[in-house]
């Protein structure tokens, strides 16, 4: 059974920093694109960014140049560094993860497996 757990959301002040954690277990996830989401009451799950398993990454353009999605294969974790917060990035995040060679999927739909979510909350 696949499981994906989020932690290390909280509260920070605008201009701060939080680092967000997904563990995976169930499976291997070689050959598998995982990616940060994050929703807000009323809106739909918004891609934040992506990691394949090579390592590269992609990212939403609000968060490019802020935001650092990073993995550990042989712990089976990935990472997201999030720098210079701003209140509208305020959401729930979540990791997913889906089997793909090398395209990013950024449309919330096209992921099989989901964590339960973080809150991040940015103060002004």
């Known amino acids: 059974q696949v499981q994906l757990v989020e932690s290390g959301g909280g509260l920070v002040q605008a201009g701060g920093s939080l680092r967000l954690s997904c563990a995976a277990s169930?499976?291997?996830?070689?050959?598998?694109?995982m990616a940060w989401f994050r929703q807000v009451p009323g809106k739909e799950r918004e891609f934040v960014g992506a990691?394949?398993?090579?390592?590269?990454?992609y990212y939403a353009d609000s968060v490019k140049g802020r935001f650092a999605v990073s993995r550990d294969n042989a712990k089976n974790t990935i990472y997201l560094e999030m720098n210079s917060l701003k209140p509208e990035d305020t959401a729930v995040y979540y990791c997913?993860?889906?089997?793909?060679?090398?395209?990013?999927?950024?449309?919330?739909?096209?992921?099989?497996?989901w964590g339960q979510g973080t809150q991040v909350t940015v103060a002004s």
């Open positions: 997913a993860a889906e089997r793909s060679v090398g395209y990013v999927y950024t449309t919330f739909s096209r992921y099989s497996y």
């Open positions: 169930g499976r291997t996830f070689i050959s598998y694109v």
């Open positions: 990691i394949r398993w090579s390592g590269s990454t």
